[in-house]
């Protein structure tokens, strides 16, 4: 069926010449939203299907201020991401077993409920600039687990550094360093049947937890030219 969704949705914001600073509420109800349901032998196998209400709804926050050359600035999502009407999730590789009940008020999966950036930039002279942001996604649940019942994909912050250089009026030079630290992360969680892909070269793992890695340290470098 069609997915047709409702939002509302409020802000208020403050500006001054330093100063920037907002804060919006809103709801989104959707009605017929479409879930992918997992009905296979492997985790991609399934159909989609509807889903009579689901609701999303969160507080977003921003501000920044700006110090001669240097700003600071941070920003907060809240998202309350629920399934509203029950139905049974297949999920056959789930550790607890297939068809599990979801019920009104349980999280959908691969959502995190609350992120938080943290930035500041430095305008070291007329050319150069160097910058550096810190940022925290806490944990979600794996899809098929519909229900919230087993263990979530773990919570991660990582830091990213950034310089520019103005070579000239129409010459840049960018780059940025992403996960200093190199923290080890995921972003994605799902589940498989390992043994029955690996078990000829790894017989020994039967863990059903599938994750997506998130990529480790990394540089960029990039020149601009404007013509």
Known sequence: EQVVAKTVEASLQYNTDSVSAIATIFSTKTVDDIIFQQAGSTSSEGYF?????????????AYSVAFNDISIGTSYNYLKATFESPFVSFSPVNPLGANRQVSPGDVIPGQPQHQFKLHADWQINQDISIGTEFLYASDSYYRGDEANENKKISSYSLINAYFAYQITERFRL???????????????????????????????????????????????????YKF
Not at 49 to 61: A, F, M, P, S
Not at 205 to 213: K, L, R, W
């Open 49 to 61: 299907v509807n889903i009579d209400k689901i609701q999303r709804q969160g507080v977003e926050l």
């Open 174 to 224: 960018t780059a940025k360093v992403d996960n200093i630290f190199d923290h080890q992360y995921e972003t994605f969680g799902t589940y498989g049947e390992a043994d029955e892909v690996l078990e000829d070269f790894y017989p020994d793992v039967e863990s059903p937890y599938f994750v997506g890695p998130a990529r480790p340290r990394s540089f960029s470098v990039n020149v601009n």
